[in-house]
Protein backbone atom coordinates (compact mmCIF):
# COMPACT_ATOMS: atom_id res chain seq x y z
CA UNK A 1 0.00 0.00 0.00
CA UNK A 2 1.43 3.71 -1.13
CA UNK A 3 1.47 5.90 2.05
CA UNK A 4 1.84 9.30 2.34
CA UNK A 5 2.80 11.96 5.10
CA UNK A 6 4.36 14.63 7.07
CA UNK A 7 5.41 16.38 10.04
CA UNK A 8 2.65 19.22 11.92
CA UNK A 9 4.93 21.97 10.08
CA UNK A 10 5.51 20.16 7.13
CA UNK A 11 9.32 20.94 6.40
CA UNK A 12 9.59 16.87 6.85
CA UNK A 13 7.80 15.15 4.02
CA UNK A 14 7.63 11.09 3.07
CA UNK A 15 6.08 8.89 0.82
CA UNK A 16 6.40 4.53 1.54
CA UNK A 17 5.44 1.00 0.51
CA UNK A 18 4.05 -0.76 3.26
CA UNK A 19 2.05 -3.72 4.45
CA UNK A 20 -0.84 -2.62 5.81
CA UNK A 21 -1.00 -6.38 7.27
CA UNK A 22 1.79 -5.09 9.80
CA UNK A 23 0.49 -2.07 11.63
CA UNK A 24 1.73 -2.21 15.66
CA UNK A 25 0.49 -0.34 18.52
CA UNK A 26 3.28 0.00 21.10
CA UNK A 27 2.25 0.68 24.82
CA UNK A 28 5.69 0.57 25.79
CA UNK A 29 6.73 3.42 28.15
CA UNK A 30 9.12 5.36 25.67
CA UNK A 31 6.56 6.03 23.27
CA UNK A 32 4.19 7.07 25.67
CA UNK A 33 6.84 9.45 26.94
CA UNK A 34 7.84 10.68 23.64
CA UNK A 35 4.79 11.13 22.18
CA UNK A 36 2.93 12.62 24.99
CA UNK A 37 0.09 10.01 24.54
CA UNK A 38 -0.71 6.46 25.63
CA UNK A 39 0.75 4.56 22.62
CA UNK A 40 1.87 4.91 19.65
CA UNK A 41 1.23 3.20 16.04
CA UNK A 42 3.73 2.01 14.10
CA UNK A 43 4.35 -0.22 10.52
CA UNK A 44 8.18 -1.29 9.93
CA UNK A 45 9.08 -1.19 6.24
CA UNK A 46 12.44 -2.05 3.88
CA UNK A 47 14.29 1.13 4.02
CA UNK A 48 14.07 1.27 0.42
CA UNK A 49 10.73 1.32 0.34
CA UNK A 50 10.72 5.08 2.10
CA UNK A 51 11.79 8.16 0.71
CA UNK A 52 12.06 11.00 3.25
CA UNK A 53 12.32 14.60 1.94
CA UNK A 54 13.87 17.14 4.68
CA UNK A 55 16.33 16.00 7.31
CA UNK A 56 15.46 14.83 10.29
CA UNK A 57 17.04 15.31 13.33
CA UNK A 58 18.09 12.22 15.50
CA UNK A 59 18.15 10.91 19.53
CA UNK A 60 19.74 7.49 19.97
CA UNK A 61 17.95 6.06 22.90
CA UNK A 62 18.82 2.74 24.57
CA UNK A 63 16.38 0.30 24.67
CA UNK A 64 15.37 -2.18 27.96
CA UNK A 65 17.65 -4.59 25.50
CA UNK A 66 20.38 -2.49 25.30
CA UNK A 67 20.04 -2.09 21.45
CA UNK A 68 20.61 1.76 20.56
CA UNK A 69 17.76 3.17 18.86
CA UNK A 70 17.45 6.29 16.36
CA UNK A 71 14.55 8.25 16.83
CA UNK A 72 13.65 10.94 13.95
CA UNK A 73 11.41 13.86 14.54
CA UNK A 74 11.25 17.23 12.73
CA UNK A 75 13.70 19.58 14.24
CA UNK A 76 11.17 22.37 13.94
CA UNK A 77 7.76 20.77 15.22
CA UNK A 78 9.09 17.82 17.23
CA UNK A 79 6.77 15.40 15.66
CA UNK A 80 8.05 11.88 15.56
CA UNK A 81 8.29 10.49 12.71
CA UNK A 82 10.59 7.05 12.57
CA UNK A 83 12.73 5.03 14.01
CA UNK A 84 15.50 2.95 12.83
CA UNK A 85 18.83 1.72 13.81
CA UNK A 86 21.52 4.18 14.13
CA UNK A 87 24.03 2.50 11.85
CA UNK A 88 23.62 0.49 8.46
CA UNK A 89 20.02 0.22 9.29
CA UNK A 90 17.79 -1.94 6.43
CA UNK A 91 14.54 -1.42 7.98
CA UNK A 92 12.86 1.96 8.98
CA UNK A 93 9.72 2.26 11.70
CA UNK A 94 7.07 5.09 10.29
CA UNK A 95 5.29 6.20 12.65
CA UNK A 96 1.38 6.23 11.99
CA UNK A 97 0.46 9.36 13.96
CA UNK A 98 1.81 12.11 10.82
CA UNK A 99 0.73 9.48 8.16
CA UNK A 100 -2.41 11.05 5.77
CA UNK A 101 -3.37 7.02 5.57
CA UNK A 102 -4.14 6.49 8.90
CA UNK A 103 -7.49 5.97 9.58
CA UNK A 104 -7.57 3.08 7.26
CA UNK A 105 -4.66 1.00 9.02
CA UNK A 106 -6.52 -0.50 11.79
CA UNK A 107 -3.17 -2.32 13.52
CA UNK A 108 -3.31 -6.17 13.79
CA UNK A 109 -0.71 -6.53 17.10
CA UNK A 110 -0.27 -4.70 20.32
CA UNK A 111 3.45 -4.59 22.11
CA UNK A 112 4.60 -4.37 25.71
CA UNK A 113 1.36 -4.19 26.63
CA UNK A 114 2.31 -4.85 30.13
CA UNK A 115 2.55 -1.04 30.41
CA UNK A 116 -0.84 -0.18 28.81
CA UNK A 117 -2.52 2.68 30.82
CA UNK A 118 -4.78 0.73 32.76
CA UNK A 119 -8.06 3.42 31.70
CA UNK A 120 -7.60 2.22 27.67
CA UNK A 121 -10.17 -0.72 28.18
CA UNK A 122 -12.76 1.87 29.04
CA UNK A 123 -11.64 4.44 26.69
CA UNK A 124 -15.37 4.31 24.77
CA UNK A 125 -16.88 5.31 28.06
CA UNK A 126 -15.64 8.20 29.32
CA UNK A 127 -17.54 11.53 27.56
CA UNK A 128 -16.00 13.32 24.73
CA UNK A 129 -17.41 15.75 21.87
CA UNK A 130 -17.19 15.40 18.42
CA UNK A 131 -14.62 18.44 18.52
CA UNK A 132 -13.28 21.06 21.68
CA UNK A 133 -16.63 21.67 23.27
CA UNK A 134 -15.67 18.88 26.13
CA UNK A 135 -12.40 21.26 26.72
CA UNK A 136 -11.84 21.65 30.64
CA UNK A 137 -10.23 24.52 31.04
CA UNK A 138 -7.65 25.49 34.14
CA UNK A 139 -9.88 26.02 37.25
CA UNK A 140 -9.92 29.43 38.74
CA UNK A 141 -7.24 30.24 41.43
CA UNK A 142 -8.31 29.63 45.17
CA UNK A 143 -8.13 33.50 46.33
ZN1 LIG B 1 7.89 19.85 11.31
ZN1 LIG C 1 7.14 1.59 22.02
Redesign the pocket.
Known amino acids: MHIDGACHCGLITFTAEIDPARVMV???A??QVMSGSP??IAVAAPIDAVAIHGQPKRYIKVAESGNLRAQLFCPECGTPLFAMAPENATSIIIRLGCVKQRAELTPAVQ??QRSSLPWLRGLDRIPGSPKQEAFLPAPSRPS
Open positions: CHCDCFRLW
